[in-house]
């Protein structure tokens, strides 16, 4: 099993630039692709960026791609997105994700989720 938390999360002005981070416990953290996705209110969770168990590979979202990168570092066992040039439709929950690197997942599909942290953007 993986235990993901969330945090960085909270209110930011549009423009801003928060980092969110995402620690993980449980199974070899270099042994997991990891993801962001995100839920705004009255939507379907959507993904956001991906990254591949070395760091090496990484995906986003168009709505995300130039203003956001994810990274990890495997020795602290944590993923991070950070968010810049934010705008008021980035408001959402922001869910960390895992899948292990054996795992015959499609692209989008994950099967460990963290709680989610709450990043509110104000125009």
């Known amino acids: 099993q993986v235990r993901l938390v969330e945090s960085g999360g909270g209110l930011v002005q549009a423009g801003g630039s928060p980092r969110l981070s995402c620690g993980a416990s449980?199974?070899?953290?270099?042994?997991?692709?990891l993801g962001w996705f995100r839920q705004a209110p009255g939507k379907e969770r959507e993904f956001v960026a991906a990254?591949?168990?070395?760091?090496?590979?990484?995906s986003y979202a168009d709505s995300v791609k130039g203003r956001f990168t994810i990274s990890r570092d495997n020795a602290k066992r944590t993923m991070f997105l950070q968010m810049n040039s934010l705008k008021p439709e980035d408001t959402g929950v922001y869910y960390c994700?895992?899948?292990?690197?054996?795992?015959?997942?499609?692209?989008?599909?994950?099967?460990?989720w963290g709680q989610g942290t709450q990043v509110t953007v104000s125009s």
């Open positions: 994700a895992a899948k292990t690197i054996a795992s015959s997942m499609g692209k989008y599909e994950y099967n460990y």
């Open positions: 449980g199974l070899t953290f270099s042994s997991l692709h």
């Open positions: 990254i591949s168990w070395s760091g090496s590979s990484t």
